[in-house]
């Protein structure tokens, strides 16, 4: 595609369960970036792959939210016992190579919303 | 550890206004510098990135700045339309911490 897109778009679960929020980046793309935005925040990172590996998994906040991305382009976000205080818009960037020197192109978001 | 700081939070301008919204950051360190709009409910949309080594970089009437030992960069926005209404979120990247963006300036300009 185009563009990075993130399914699904709206997500609402119930505090406890587990969900899974998917990224697609722009083909090609070797470095793919997850945020998390809360109202009236700036997003705020979450962990950086490099290919398949996680380069930087530092703003991960909890042993609850795990990140995959076995083949080096899709990438799941799981998070594992949802709390109310999940609920944000879960964004995913990519860029063309990591390289610090590269545009971050955005994904429209996933809102999460947990009951 | 990096902060951002944005301001103003929110600004209101008439249509035709020219404006400035200012970005500062505590780590001069950085390789690069993004500015994002980011329309409501939406993500994020680059609309310039600057080079460490650059001073300002310039895309139609939008003109971003970067002093980056003082820490502080501004964009510049020409002519403003009632479609440049949305938050104008900027984020320096370093280079052993990842994007860190400011809270964002909420811009609306009035027909």
């Known amino acids: 595609g185009a563009g990075v897109s993130q399914t699904p778009s709206n997500k609402v679960t119930e505090k406890g369960k587990y969900v899974e929020l998917r990224c697609d980046p722009i083909?090609?793309?070797?470095?793919l970036y997850w945020y998390r935005q809360s109202l009236g925040q700036g997003p705020e990172f979450l962990i950086y792959?490099?290919?398949?590996?996680?380069?930087?998994d530092s703003g991960l906040p909890n042993d609850r939210f795990f990140a995959v991305r076995p083949e080096g382009s899709v990438s799941t976000l799981k998070i594992q016992r949802t709390e109310r205080g999940d609920s944000a818009v879960y964004l995913c960037?990519?860029?063309?190579?990591?390289?610090?020197?590269?545009?971050?192109?955005f994904g429209p978001g996933t809102r999460l919303t947990v009951l | 550890k990096q902060e951002v700081t944005q301001i103003p939070a929110a600004l209101s301008v008439p249509e035709g206004e020219n404006l400035v919204l200012n970005c500062s950051f505590t780590?001069?360190?950085?390789?690069?510098l993004q500015w994002f709009r980011q329309d409501p409910g939406k993500g994020l949309t680059s609309l310039l990135l600057?080079?460490?080594?650059?001073r300002e970089q310039t895309s139609g009437r939008l003109n971003a700045s970067l002093d980056k030992s003082s820490g502080r960069s501004t964009l510049y926005i020409a002519a403003s339309q009632p479609g440049d209404s949305a938050t104008y979120l900027c984020?320096?990247?370093?280079?052993?911490?990842?994007?860190?963006f400011g809270k964002g300036t909420r811009l609306s300009v009035i027909a």
């Open positions: 960037a990519s860029s063309d190579s990591g390289s610090g020197t590269d545009t971050q192109y």
């Open positions: 083909s090609g793309h070797t470095a």
């Open positions: 792959f490099q290919g398949t590996g996680a380069a930087d």
């Open positions: 780590d001069s360190a950085i390789y690069n």
């Open positions: 600057i080079q460490s080594s650059q």
């Open positions: 984020a320096p990247l370093g280079g052993n911490t990842p994007l860190v």
